[in-house]
């Protein structure tokens, strides 16, 4: 079974990705911010992160950069409030530290469940 963070200052918002995820056969985590998330990378147990970009107390950027540093080959799917709003250089700094894809909210449980399954098949090649 996956083992999947869901990191996300929005409650509401964090339980329903963690929901999709659960039906899609992943156990899950979840993270109100980033330093509950990077206590769960820490545990050795996630195999992938799905945060948000934009959190209180650190952003997605910065825990992008820290889990880079503690587990540089483990998998993250950023999430935004929208790319409409998100400069060409902050998704490009995203990619750079580390982010396989980035979903703009709202997304659907399709586009979760099809990003999540490619991200894992690029992290596992051969699996």
Do not use: Y
């Amino acid at each position: 079974m996956i083992r999947i963070a869901v990191a996300d200052d929005d409650s509401l918002h964090r339980e329903v990705v963690a929901t999709m995820l659960e039906r899609q056969g992943h156990w899950v985590e979840v993270a109100a911010n980033w330093r509950e998330c990077l206590d769960l990378v820490d545990s050795g147990t996630i195999d992938l992160v799905v945060t948000d970009v934009f959190m209180p107390g650190g952003d997605g950027l910065s825990l992008l950069a820290a889990i880079r540093d503690r587990q540089p080959r483990l998998p993250v799917i950023a999430m935004t409030g929208g790319l409409g709003g998100l400069s060409h250089r902050r998704f490009d700094a995203m990619r750079a530290l580390g982010a396989q894809a980035v979903l703009a909210k709202p997304f659907t449980r399709q586009e979760l469940a099809e990003t999540t399954t490619q991200v894992l098949a690029e992290a596992r090649p051969g699996r």
